[in-house]
Structure formats: structure tokens, C-alpha cells
């Protein structure tokens, strides 16, 4: 009786647990560590996202998946006075669209669920090193009607953190079991610039301490049974 509830939790833990995390950060520069967990206070592995060409990506515990990605986009690196650590890391370079030209990052075969997209976006090239002010426009097209639009309001100098609504935005979009790609684009703004820097995507809800701890409990009194 008991190995049947543990089957069940399990079950009900893989369901909760069923959408994919992952930390990208956009650019050739060396990607933060594994103890950054940035705006979404996710650490774990971050994936190196070139603008060239396309690739795989792991997951935060560095694990393969089928999850795959595409860029159109340009890409380019630019210095953040008083960004240290891993925020340099993850926002000193970035790709970026300009001139009208459309530019989108896809990523295919991504796990349905619900979840948290964190999109960095903090100052542009145009702006050097003090970063002022200025807008990114962030569409993410998912099929089915889902499609989420986000606008990034920026402005300088850097705030030694990451801080959502100025080096980030977040927003909540849903993957339906349909959706073979996703598309992240970029909208020129009013300075004919706007970049990427990375994103995380958080699955939710997260998987319930509880859960966890029941799953543990009764296996233990299982395998004493046994």
C-alpha cells in the first residue's frame, strides 16, 4: 500500500515538476558561473548562446535535453561601469537588433507548461558606458494565442544589482503541447537599438518542499518494510 502511495506522489511530483529551467546568457564573452541565479534567483548552469548559426542546450543542472535554439540576430559586447562579478558576466555582451531588420531567437522542443521568462536588457552599445536611458521591446510568439509582449524601460548607472522593471523584465507565458518553437524578438527602439543580454526560463509552480518531503518519508518506510 505504502510503495503504491510513494508511485503516486512520484507521479504527482513529475507532473508538478513536468516544465524545463534554463539560464542562457547571449554572447562569446565567459558565462557566470553556476552560483549566479541572477534575477530569477536561479542558479545552476548558464548555456553559451552564440549568434552563429544554432545548438542544444542543457538545463540548470547541466543535464542534455531536446530543447534546441536558432539566432538572427546581430551580436556585440560593450563595458558596464560599476557591474562586477557575474553581472558583468551575463551583461557585458548581447545580440541586437537595429536598422528595422527583424531579429528572433527560437528555440524548439521546449517542455509545455507554465512559466517565468526573466529577459535582461540593460543599456546599448550607442550608450557606452553610462547607459542613461533608453527601451527594449521584448515579443515572445507562441503559438495558440499566448503570444506576450513585455517593454523594458532602462536607464544608467548601473544599479549594482540586478533590479526588475530596469536590468530585466519578467513575464509569465504559456507553452501549450503544441508549440514545436518559440520565438523571442526584438522591436527597434526609439534610439533604433535594442539588445538581449540572456534570459532564464522558471518553470511553475515550483515542485512543493512537502512533496519532496512525503516522497522521502514514505520510501524510507517502504524500503524498512521490505
Given at each position: 500500500?505504502?510503495?503504491a502511495k510513494v508511485?503516486?506522489l512520484?507521479?504527482?511530483?513529475?507532473?508538478?515538476?513536468?516544465?524545463?529551467?534554463f539560464?542562457?546568457?547571449?554572447?562569446d564573452s565567459?558565462?557566470?558561473?553556476?552560483?549566479?541565479?541572477?534575477?530569477?534567483?536561479?542558479?545552476?548552469?548558464?548555456?553559451q548562446?552564440?549568434?552563429?548559426?544554432?545548438?542544444?542546450?542543457?538545463?540548470?543542472?547541466?543535464q542534455?535535453?531536446?530543447?534546441?535554439y536558432a539566432?538572427?540576430?546581430?551580436?556585440?559586447g560593450f563595458?558596464?561601469?560599476?557591474?562586477?562579478g557575474d553581472?558583468?558576466?551575463?551583461?557585458?555582451d548581447?545580440?541586437?537588433e537595429?536598422?528595422?531588420v527583424?531579429?528572433s531567437?527560437?528555440l524548439?522542443?521546449?517542455?509545455p507548461?507554465d512559466?517565468l521568462f526573466?529577459l535582461y536588457?540593460?543599456a546599448?552599445?550607442?550608450?557606452?558606458?553610462?547607459?542613461?536611458?533608453?527601451?527594449?521591446?521584448f515579443?515572445?510568439?507562441?503559438?495558440?494565442?499566448?503570444?506576450?509582449?513585455?517593454?523594458?524601460d532602462?536607464?544608467?548607472p548601473?544599479?549594482g544589482?540586478?533590479v526588475?522593471?530596469?536590468?530585466f523584465?519578467k513575464?509569465?507565458?504559456?507553452?501549450?503541447?503544441f508549440?514545436t518553437?518559440?520565438?523571442i524578438?526584438?522591436?527597434p527602439s526609439?534610439?533604433?537599438?535594442?539588445?538581449i543580454?540572456g534570459?532564464?526560463?522558471?518553470?511553475i509552480?515550483?515542485?512543493?518542499?512537502?512533496?519532496?518531503?512525503?516522497?522521502?518519508?514514505?520510501a524510507?518506510?517502504?524500503?524498512?518494510?521490505?
Amino acid at each position: 500500500m505504502k510503495l503504491a502511495k510513494v508511485i503516486l506522489l512520484l507521479g504527482t511530483c513529475a507532473s508538478i515538476c513536468r516544465g524545463q529551467a534554463f539560464n542562457l546568457d547571449f554572447g562569446d564573452s565567459p558565462v557566470p558561473s553556476a552560483a549566479y541565479g541572477a534575477g530569477a534567483n536561479q542558479p545552476g548552469l548558464w548555456n553559451q548562446v552564440r549568434a552563429i548559426g544554432g545548438g542544444s542546450l542543457v538545463d540548470i543542472m547541466g543535464q542534455p535535453t531536446s530543447a534546441t535554439y536558432a539566432v538572427s540576430m546581430g551580436e556585440s559586447g560593450f563595458g558596464i561601469e560599476g557591474a562586477t562579478g557575474d553581472d558583468r558576466l551575463l551583461m557585458t555582451d548581447c545580440f541586437f537588433e537595429a536598422s528595422g531588420v527583424p531579429a528572433s531567437i527560437t528555440l524548439f522542443s521546449i517542455t509545455p507548461g507554465d512559466y517565468l521568462f526573466y529577459l535582461y536588457g540593460w543599456a546599448t552599445p550607442l550608450d557606452g558606458a553610462s547607459g542613461t536611458s533608453g527601451q527594449t521591446t521584448f515579443d515572445i510568439g507562441i503559438p495558440g494565442g499566448n503570444s506576450k509582449t513585455v517593454v523594458l524601460d532602462y536607464e544608467g548607472p548601473w544599479p549594482g544589482m540586478q533590479v526588475e522593471g530596469n536590468t530585466f523584465a519578467k513575464v509569465q507565458v504559456f507553452i501549450p503541447d503544441f508549440a514545436t518553437a518559440i520565438g523571442i524578438g526584438l522591436r527597434p527602439s526609439g534610439e533604433g537599438i535594442s539588445i538581449i543580454q540572456g534570459m532564464q526560463m522558471v518553470p511553475i509552480p515550483a515542485p512543493p518542499a512537502a512533496a519532496f518531503t512525503a516522497i522521502l518519508a514514505l520510501a524510507c518506510s517502504t524500503r524498512r518494510r521490505c
